[in-house]
């Protein structure tokens, strides 16, 4: 049981380059999310996707854009890179429901702008 | 404005030097609190859910328990393999899509 897959593990990439961070999950969770990690600023969420063919804005969503493929996957795509998205970006997955349940994270994403 | 707070941001232990990690929440409407730990160059792992004051949890030398306006998170007797930024997490009324907030993180030593 895998969990929750990120790739690439890792990526440098010059500014203006374009590029997607795909995520699998094989827990058959309804939510997903994508979080990026800064020093001092902790795990701030970018988007979600609450279920199967939605999904809206975080709390940083400038410069990204994503799809939720199918239940399973859900991408992370930046257009037009800028070194401010230098960062460690994180997948989760969760289920829903009234109380919270706790979100599953991948091993990271850790990209650098330059 | 939803906000969750960790203190102290570092802390370093002896070996069997209990001690406590401290998680402040001001959130509308509380459905969960969340603790992680994150080892480096890893991604968070899940250690425990409280949604209620009064709440506690137990694993092996952590013990987590929850207040109406605080969690924290109890290490009896580290060892260095303790050694990690632990994480607090909430999951607020407003919140029907399973969105967490995050702290900043408290990241503990433990030396030998």
């Known amino acids: 049981n895998a969990g929750v897959t990120q790739t690439p593990k890792f990526q440098v990439l010059k500014t203006g380059q374009s590029m997607t961070l795909q995520c699998a999950q094989d827990m058959n969770h309804n939510s997903m999310y994508w979080y990026r990690q800064d020093p001092g600023m902790g795990l701030r969420l970018i988007y979600y996707?609450?279920?199967?063919?939605?999904?809206d804005k975080g709390e940083v969503p400038n410069g990204y854009n994503v799809s939720r493929l199918n239940k399973r996957e859900f991408s992370l795509r930046l257009e037009s890179a800028a070194p401010s998205q230098t960062s460690v970006y994180f997948c989760?997955?969760?289920?829903?429901?009234?109380?919270?349940?706790?979100?599953?994270f991948g091993q990271g994403t850790r990209l650098t702008v330059v | 404005e939803d906000q969750v707070t960790q203190s102290p941001e570092a802390l370093r232990l002896q070996e069997g030097e209990s001690s406590s990690l401290n998680c402040s929440y001001t959130?509308?409407?509380?459905?969960?609190l969340f603790w992680y730990r994150q080892d480096p160059g890893k991604g968070p792992e899940f250690l425990f859910t409280?949604?209620?004051a009064g709440e506690e949890k137990e694993k092996e030398r952590l013990k987590a328990t929850l207040t109406k306006k605080e969690s924290f998170l109890h290490i009896t007797a580290p060892k260095p393999e303790d050694s990690a930024t632990y994480l607090c997490?909430?999951?607020?009324?407003?919140?029907?899509?399973?969105?967490?907030?995050f702290g900043q993180g408290t990241t503990l030593q433990v030396k030998p």
């Open positions: 989760a997955s969760s289920e829903l429901g009234f109380l919270g349940t706790e979100a599953f």
């Open positions: 997490a909430v999951r607020h009324g407003s919140s029907n899509t399973g969105k967490l907030i």
């Open positions: 996707s609450a279920s199967e063919g939605t999904t």
């Open positions: 959130v509308s409407g509380l459905r969960g």
């Open positions: 409280l949604y209620s």
